[in-house]
């Protein structure tokens, strides 16, 4: 009985790090989207938040409420590019009106990007630099400014 929990827990423990096919400080893939919602791309900025979306996870809205409140603190300093693989009339009245000049959400129908990141759960987001490489990674609901200005 002790070999099952430990090694269930140690299954449990290994599954967040091993979720995500992004290495700090590596070249991540750029987030190109076949659509915005609404036609409202972000504006360009020095970093790009990413983050990954899905409508099943109450805590992915929290995510989304909470970048929305360090767009404004962040302005033009920061682009955030919401991903959803999801169909647009589902997300549309979920999402539409967190959209701001800093704030979209692109259309991934096919989820080429989520399986490009490897995402296995959500929130989760990845933070790029101006070259694309990835700065921070991880719940985005832990993500704070401050996080942001010490990863330039």
Known sequence: MKK????????LAAAPAAGQNIALGE???????????????PAEAPMTYVEFFHSA??????AIRHLHRISEKMGDR???VVLVHEPEEKIAPLLTPYL??????????????????DVRYVPFGVLLGPRHRALWMGNTLQLTPEIIEKSK
């Open 4 to 11: 099952t929990v430990f090694v269930l827990l140690a299954a």
């Open 27 to 41: 070249r991540a893939p750029e987030p190109k989207v076949q659509c915005w919602l609404d036609g409202r791309q």
């Open 57 to 62: 996870s109450r805590n992915s809205l929290e």
């Open 78 to 80: 920061l682009r955030i």
């Open 100 to 117: 701001s000049e800093h704030l979209g959400v692109g259309c991934d129908p096919n989820g080429k990007l989520f399986t490009a990141y």
